[in-house]
């Protein structure tokens, strides 16, 4: 299929991954979030489960994310967040003009609320300025560098130590084992003037940080004596998991010009449906959307009804419609299960030869009534906040997995080899060097988006790789 095809379950394949593009919403999970099975039980067909570590093991490194790439916002009104040892180094951006219907409806249910918190400079922050709340953040990479991504930060840092070469253009299509099993290397093909080139470099320790998919798809490329079925993969875990998130919400239209263009649109968030919510696994944080591309109004407008499909009246309703438009929505956490999987395509090969991600299974039946419940709060709060058109919103795929641009999972970590990939480090059983450092890692992917989680996972993985490898402390 084409990249266009929402089944492709896009990401972004290039230096910075997905926070080139991404709308840099920084939630931390909150201490639920890592402890699902205890808290909810294992819903049949599911492979709902703890995580090897909590909250509190975590935060530090969410610290560190929030302070070395630098998140603006208020950690104040967050219902369920965990305990913190200080705020955001940014205050938040100015609301977007659909924040004050939202305040005020808000008020009127007694809902908490806070702003939202976002890899967006508030203030100049990193030597890069202050964001001038053009609107272009989700699907874009920032005009005016004021959006933070693993390209302007992370990256430049590690290359000024002189102890980092970024690679580009090249793939790694394989790691290189030695008789026994080990790694000591990475595979790379690259295309010079239409031609393949591959290259092979030793490596003592191995990272993988390819995405959830990317990542699955090369530990399964890979097999070996010892194991068959590739990398990692002995107990016929890696893959399995993969997940995502349903956006549940609602479309509010009102009688007064609310949507005001200024970027990046999310400024107002209820994490009170996160979770205990009753008849419900876990539950999401709700917020007024980025500021929308005319297109994507049209496209959803005219799928939900409020817009006609073509001529005169579209053009009318388009014009009438965008500016008294918002939507109110969030991640529903979803509920994990074994049949949800990448494998490996046995038919069809990318450029390199190397067989593409076959995606299969769908969603688990409690994803459904998560949504239902969280696009009724959401009519709920538009409905107070003065909308007098308001219609239920759900996006989940209509065929296979859930996975998307937040897909988490299929390598995740635990505390026992038969039911994880990785240690709580990260290290993949059986392998001293191998590590994972993405989404992959996930046990669960939170009922919020999930950038900030996978970057302070990042910072734990590779501190743990850097000590063991030489003896450093701290
Ligand atoms: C449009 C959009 C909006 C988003 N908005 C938000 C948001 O507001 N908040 C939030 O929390 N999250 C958001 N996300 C999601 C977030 O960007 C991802 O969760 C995150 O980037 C995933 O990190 P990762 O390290 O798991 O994978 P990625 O970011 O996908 O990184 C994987 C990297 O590996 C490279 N790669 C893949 N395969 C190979 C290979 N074989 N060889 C060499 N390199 C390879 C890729 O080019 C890429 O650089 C958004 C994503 C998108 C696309």
Redesign the pocket.
């Known amino acids: 299929m084409w990249p266009t095809d929402g089944r492709w379950n ?10 080139r ?7 931390r999970f909150c201490p639920e979030d890592f402890r699902m099975a205890s808290t909810y039980g294992t819903p049949d067909g599911s492979s709902l489960a703890d995580w090897p570590i909590s909250y509190d093991d975590l935060e530090p490194d969410y610290d560190r994310a929030e302070w070395e790439l630098g998140v603006s916002g208020d950690p104040s009104g967050n219902t369920y967040a965990g305990p913190r040892h200080r705020g955001y180094p940014m205050p938040p951006l100015p609301p977007n003009g659909t924040a004050a219907p939202l305040r005020q409806g808000a008020a009127h249910l007694g809902l908490s609320t806070s702003p939202v918190p976002l890899l967006i400079n508030s203030v100049p922050y990193n030597g890069r300025g202050a964001c001038i709340q053009c609107g272009a953040c ?2 874009f990479g920032c005009p005016g560098e004021f959006k933070t991504d693993t390209r302007n930060t992370a990256i430049p840092r590690a290359i000024a130590t002189g102890r980092c070469d970024v690679l580009t253009e ?4 394989r790691l290189i084992t030695d008789a026994g099993g080990r790694v000591t290397g990475v595979a ?1 093909a690259t295309e010079a003037a239409g031609v393949p080139v591959r290259r092979e470099i030793n490596a003592d320790q191995v990272l993988v ?4 998919i ?2 699955a ?2 530990l399964l490329n890979n097999p070996s004596q010892q194991e068959l079925h590739g990398l990692g993969n002995n107990h016929d875990l890696v893959g399995r998991n993969l997940q995502g998130h349903v956006y549940a919400g609602a479309l509010a239209m009102f009688e007064q010009p609310v949507q005001d263009c200024v970027g990046p649109g999310p400024s107002i968030s209820t994490n009170d449906y996160r979770h205990h919510n009753d008849g419900v696994v876990g539950g999401a944080m709700l917020a007024n959307d980025f500021v929308p591309m005319p297109l994507f109004v049209y496209s959803l407008g005219s799928r939900l009804g409020v817009i006609p499909g073509w001529g005169t009246a579209s053009k009318t309703a388009m014009r009438d419609l965008y500016s008294r438009t918002t939507l109110v929505m969030g991640p529903v956490q979803e509920i994990p299960n074994p049949e949800s999987r990448v494998t490996l395509d046995p038919a069809v090969r990318d450029r390199f030869g190397m067989p593409v991600a076959r995606l299969s299974g769908t969603l688990h039946a409690e994803d459904h009534t998560t949504a239902a419940f969280v696009s009724d709060r959401a009519i709920a709060w538009a409905k107070a906040s003065g909308a007098t058109r308001v219609v239920p919103l759900t996006l989940a795929p209509t065929e296979g997995p859930s996975a998307g ?4 999972g299929t390598c995740r970590m635990g505390t026992d080899p038969a039911t994880s990939v990785t240690d709580a480090h990260g290290r993949v059983w059986g392998h001293d060097n191998l590590h994972i ?4 890692l996930h046990v669960t992917d939170g009922g ?5 989680t ?1 970057l302070a996972l ?1 910072y734990r993985v590779s501190r743990a790789v850097a000590q063991r490898s030489t003896g450093m402390r701290g």
């Open positions: 896009n990401n972004a394949m290039m230096v910075g991954g997905g926070t593009l991404y709308g840099a919403q920084a939630w989700v699907g090249a793939q790694a299509e790379l940080g390819a995405g959830a990317e990542t798809r090369l641009q937040h897909q988490a450092v993405d989404g992959s919020v988006n999930p950038v900030l996978i990042a």
